[in-house]
């Protein structure tokens, strides 16, 4: 089974910066599709954004273009979220996300994704 775990959570001040990590256990893991979502307390989890197994397609929510950016380096099997002039209601519990299937058609959606990470905590404060 494929294991996914995030690192680079934690505390910062709105306007500030923070990059997640996301490492996966993977035989080959140029072979999975790659995506971040985030839930915050009392909310349904929602989608952040999402990468091809290439890097070649990256799509994001609208509540983040412009701000946050998602890369890969599969030589390290390891998915980036890089997250610049974070706001308060960026404030959630950050998971990766990934899955095998071939096709990038749907990857907004949290039945898009086989398998998930533990999840990591952001809290931005004003």
């Known amino acids: 089974q494929v294991q996914l775990v995030e690192s680079g959570g934690g505390l910062v001040q709105a306007g500030g910066s923070l990059r997640l990590s996301c490492a996966a256990s993977?035989?080959?893991?140029?072979?999975?599709?790659m995506a971040w979502f985030r839930q915050a307390p009392g909310k349904e989890r929602e989608f952040v954004g999402a990468?091809?197994?290439?890097?070649?397609?990256?799509y994001y929510a609208d509540s983040v273009k412009g701000r946050f950016t998602i890369s890969r380096d599969n030589a390290k099997n390891t998915v980036y979220l890089q997250m610049n002039s974070l706001k308060p209601e960026d404030t959630a519990v950050y998971y990766c996300?990934?899955?095998?299937?071939?096709?990038?058609?749907?990857?907004?959606?949290?039945?898009?994704?086989?398998?998930w990470g533990q999840g990591t905590q952001v809290t931005v404060s004003s």
């Open positions: 996300a990934a899955r095998s299937s071939v096709s990038f058609y749907s990857m907004k959606l949290v039945r898009d994704y086989d398998y």
């Open positions: 993977v035989r080959t893991f140029s072979n999975y599709h």
């Open positions: 990468i091809s197994r290439n890097g070649g397609l990256t």
